[in-house]
Every structure is written in structure tokens, then in C-alpha cells.
T-cell receptor
């Protein structure tokens, strides 16, 4: 996961509370992705940024999820208010330094909503 | 609609035996194809990819994958499994017409027993 930093690694909250996750992708890359990985499922794209603009947020539950990438570098994903079904690992990714064909993922932020 | 299928939730194999993890896809055109591995509490790590050329591609840790266009499959293989190969494996596709989109399968848990 070298090159994509995420925090916190683990978070436990109660439903209706809010939470924020932070990602710092591979330095200099314009594209950043947030994925949601529910236990037993593959990663599902939540939002894609190109620099500080949103390219695709069609699967982001916008009534409760928001994300920003203010300076085109690091990004924050927020959930407010959280629901039980938001329990998942939130993965940040960006294309690796070899080119745009391969994604490099962070270690993820595991959210448990009680 | 684009989709990636990994028909087996779990594959069990004895150490030293060959292993196969199956993947089929439904994507228009000739997509790029990938395999990623996920160890517990870690993000996804790139294993190998197929873009064009030889149907058999070799990747990290002795893994290889065979692309079959007529069957739209991209099965992951290894001639001799190791206990340390035990992990979650994800197949992913990237359509040529939508270069920034990655679609992931639901994952296959590989268990290699000593």
C-alpha cells in the first residue's frame, strides 16, 4: 500500500453519528478513487476525482455521504448520519507511478456502525 | 451492463498442488483485465494484468492468468500453491471505452492447507 495513506484504520461509532476518513494518494497523481468494500463483497466505487473535480459520484449516497478534494491532493470522505449498513472498509486508490493502468490502494479504513 | 463474476466464494487446495481461481466478465469490447490479492486487514495489491498480446500473463509470486476471449474468462493459476497464498483474490476489468472505470468481482477466498 506504499504511496496511499489512509486514516483512521479503524473506527467504531453508533448509528446516526458522523465519521470522516482521510486519504493522501500517490504524490502528483490527478485521479483519486474512494471505494466501499462490504464484508464478503468486492470493492464498489463511491466517487472518483480528477484533481479537485468530481468525475463520477453516481453511486455515492448523497443524502449521507460527502467527499471533497480541495487542493487536488488529499481527500476526505464523510458520512453523516451513519447507518448500520455503512459498516464496511473504505478504500482509497490512485493509479500507480508506472502509468494509469494499475490502481494502488491504501490499507483502508474499517468502519463499524453499532 | 458491465459485470465481473467469480463463481466460487472459496477455493480449497493442498500445499504443493496447482490452484485455479475463476473469473468471467461481461464488458463491451476488449477490456483490460486484472487480478488483485487482499491479505487480512490490508488493502488490495496488484498481482497481474492483461492488456494485449500473449493470452498467458505472468505476475507476482509465481501467479499467472490465462485470457480466453471466446469464453470471456481470465482465470488465475499457480502451478504449486503455498500456505502463504491463502488470501482473498479479486478479478477486475477496465473497459477501453471508459478508461477510468474499474469493476471488481465479489472475491474468492483461497485456502491453502499444509
Amino acid at each position: 500500500e506504499a504511496g496511499v495513506a489512509q486514516s483512521p484504520r479503524y473506527k467504531i461509532i453508533e448509528k446516526r453519528q458522523s465519521v470522516a476518513f482521510w486519504c493522501n494518494p500517490i504524490s502528483g497523481h490527478a485521479t483519486l478513487y474512494w471505494y466501499q468494500q462490504i464484508l464478503g463483497q468486492g470493492p464498489k466505487l463511491l466517487i472518483q476525482f480528477q484533481n479537485n473535480g468530481v468525475v463520477d459520484d453516481s453511486q455515492l449516497p448523497k443524502d449521507r455521504f460527502s467527499a471533497e478534494r480541495l487542493k487536488g491532493v488529499d481527500s476526505t470522505l464523510k458520512i453523516q448520519p451513519a447507518k448500520l449498513e455503512d459498516s464496511a472498509v473504505y478504500l482509497c486508490a490512485s493509479p500507480d507511478r508506472s502509468g494509469a493502468n494499475v490502481l494502488t490502494f491504501g490499507a483502508g479504513s474499517r468502519l463499524t456502525v453499532l | 451492463a458491465q459485470s465481473v463474476a467469480q463463481p466460487e466464494d472459496q477455493v480449497n487446495v493442498a500445499e504443493g498442488n496447482p490452484l485455479t481461481v475463476k473469473c468471467t466478465y461481461s464488458v463491451s469490447g476488449n477490456p483490460y483485465l486484472f487480478w488483485y490479492v487482499q491479505y487480512p486487514n490490508r488493502g488490495l495489491q496488484f498481482l497481474l494484468k492483461y492488456i494485449t498480446g500473449d493470452n498467458l500473463v505472468k505476475g507476482s509470486y509465481g501467479f499467472e492468468a490465462e485470457f480466453n476471449k471466446s469464453q470471456t474468462s481470465f482465470h488465475l493459476k499457480k502451478p504449486s500453491a503455498l500456505v502463504s497464498d491463502s488470501a482473498l483474490y479479486f478479478c477486475a476489468v477496465r473497459p477501453l471505452y471508459n478508461f477510468n472505470k474499474f469493476y471488481f468481482g465479489s472475491g474468492t477466498k483461497l485456502n491453502v492447507k499444509p
